[in-house]
T-cell receptor, first 113, second 111 residues
Framework: DADVTQTPRNRITKTGKRIMLECSQTKGHDRMYWYRQDPGLGLRLIYYSFDVKDINKGEISDGYSVSRQAQAKFSLSLESAIPNQTALYFC????????????FGPGTRLTVL | EDQVTQSPEALRLQEGESSSLNCSYTVSGLRGLFWYRQDPGKGPEFLFTLYSAGEEKEKERLKATLTKKESFLHITAPKPEDSATYLCAVKYGGSQGNLIFGKGTKLSVKP
């Protein structure tokens, strides 16, 4: 089945460490997104990419960077993790155009100690 | 000020007790309103897209409606398996094609 996968599913790290979260999709979608979800704050957009050469900052990009290695792969990096980056992280994909509902991966639970 | 507001934050129902969840929005130039279901520890699952006022969509016990200012997700005769957090999101002219999410309504259905 066409799907969105995320690795790792759970990660515990220490303050100051560099960490990468990976997202892969077999849906053939051009657009990919990274969100974080915090209790009481909902889903907030970190970065989005409309194709391999088009990467854009979202609402809360500070402290994060991304890499779109291929149409199917979109990675999120925390260069120097801090405790308030502890959250659930979701990758999503969509087709281009106004009818583009987003399809979400299963999430990565990140804890920064 | 939040652009998308969902109410109530939490809702507890008995099995079979119908109710509605609300999503109000203040953006202009709405391109689409999206409903998702999210189970604990999982990614949101797409339910519906609504594009214009007066539009309605149904799926099993769920029915979504849209007006110029808000959307309702009606749940008819809910079952315990309907327990989840329901998320609303909008896409509008100023969102660069991206979704703006509300904070969700957590629904619990007791047998």
């Amino acid at each position: 089945d066409a799907d969105v996968t995320q690795t790792p599913r759970n990660r515990i790290t220490k303050t100051g460490k560099r960490i990468m979260l990976e997202c892969s999709q077999t849906k053939g979608h051009d657009r990919m997104y990274w969100y974080r979800q915090d209790p009481g704050l909902g889903l907030r957009l970190i970065y989005y990419s409309f194709d391999v050469k088009d990467i854009n900052k979202g609402e809360i990009s500070d402290g994060y960077s991304v890499s779109r290695q291929a149409q199917a792969k979109f990675s999120l990096s925390l260069e120097s993790a801090i405790p308030n980056q502890t959250a659930l992280y979701f990758c999503a994909t969509s087709l281009a155009g106004p009818l583009n509902e987003q399809f979400f991966g299963p999430g990565t639970r990140l804890t920064v100690l | 000020e939040d652009q998308v507001t969902q109410s109530p934050e939490a809702l507890r129902l008995q099995e079979g007790e119908s109710s509605s969840l609300n999503c109000s929005y203040t953006v202009s130039g709405l391109r689409g309103l999206f409903w998702y279901r999210q189970d604990p520890g999982k990614g949101p699952e797409f339910l519906f897209t609504l594009y214009s006022a007066g539009e309605e969509k149904e799926k099993e016990r769920l029915k979504a409606t849209l007006t110029k200012k808000e959307s309702f997700l009606h749940i008819t005769a809910p079952k315990p398996e309907d327990s989840a957090t329901y998320l609303c999101a909008v896409k509008y002219g100023g969102s660069q094609g991206n979704l703006i999410f509300g904070k969700g309504t957590k629904l619990s259905v007791k047998p």
